[in-house]
């Protein structure tokens, strides 16, 4: 007794066979320009010399044929072009690499008993700075400061509370930065902006690093020179 690759219990081929293929089927379910070009020949060399076929009935076969052959070409030509359009794309992905990702979002979710956790990313040295909490309206409603020295990809978390230390409410809310370099220059930054450190192809999908996790390249709004 056999098991296929799906966990499957076979018999012996010739039970199998006769068990799954009804008899004056075409077992493929699809005829192709060689079968007809096989069924012409059969139907020329059986034909009563005495009524020979209609030489327009071949000329139509025969188009019939032509036509049947242009289509499979084509077909198998657009195979080829989304093949390469495919690998196109791909080393085209790759190329983002080093480059900064917009995700088009810099919200984050605060459930009950929750303390929402999140990443920025700092081009620069931060001398320092801080990170800003908004509610919906784009009012402040929470701040922390900035470890001098930070750069690079950071993880945050907040409390869940405003300035005054209550307890907001549950909903979404937008993170945003402001830092000066070692230069004194005047940065800023929010969630959502990362660079891409890599790219992986996965199950016809293509997933790029973003910070500390890996999300769809159809997920990123914007690319943007750093």
């Known amino acids: 007794m056999a098991i296929d690759a799906y966990g499957n219990t076979l018999g012996s081929t010739a039970s199998t066979s006769s068990a799954t293929t009804p008899v004056g089927t075409n077992p493929n379910g699809i005829l ?3 079968d007809f070009m096989k069924l012409l020949l059969v139907e020329l060399k059986y034909q009563d010399p005495t009524e020979p076929m209609d030489s327009e009935k071949i000329l139509s076969q025969t188009s ?3 036509t049947l052959e242009a289509s499979s070409n084509t077909n198998k030509a657009l195979e080829a072009l989304a093949t390469a359009l495919n690998s196109s794309r791909d080393f085209s992905t790759i190329s983002a690499i080093g480059k900064i990702a917009d995700t088009g979002s810099n919200a984050i ?3 009950e008993g929750s303390k929402p956790k999140f990443e920025l990313f700092f081009a620069d040295e931060v001398q320092n700075g801080t990170i800003s909490v908004l509610d919906v309206n784009g009012n402040t409603i929470a701040s922390m400061p900035i470890e001098s ?3 690079g990809i950071n993880s945050y978390e907040w409390d869940g509370k405003n300035s005054a230390g209550n ?3 549950d909903g979404i809310y937008y993170i945003t930065a402001t830092y000066s370099n070692a230069q004194g220059q005047s940065k800023e930054t929010r969630v959502g902006l990362y660079p891409i450190e ?3 192809f996965e199950e016809g999908q293509t997933l790029v690093k973003l910070g500390s996790s890996y999300v769809t390249f159809d997920s990123i709004k914007e ?4």
């Open 32 to 34: 192709g320009k060689d």
């Open 64 to 66: 019939q044929l032509a």
């Open 109 to 111: 979710v605060l459930e």
């Open 149 to 151: 020295g930070a750069s």
């Open 167 to 169: 307890t907001v409410e």
């Open 198 to 200: 890599s790219v992986r």
């Open 223 to 226: 690319v943007i020179q750093e």
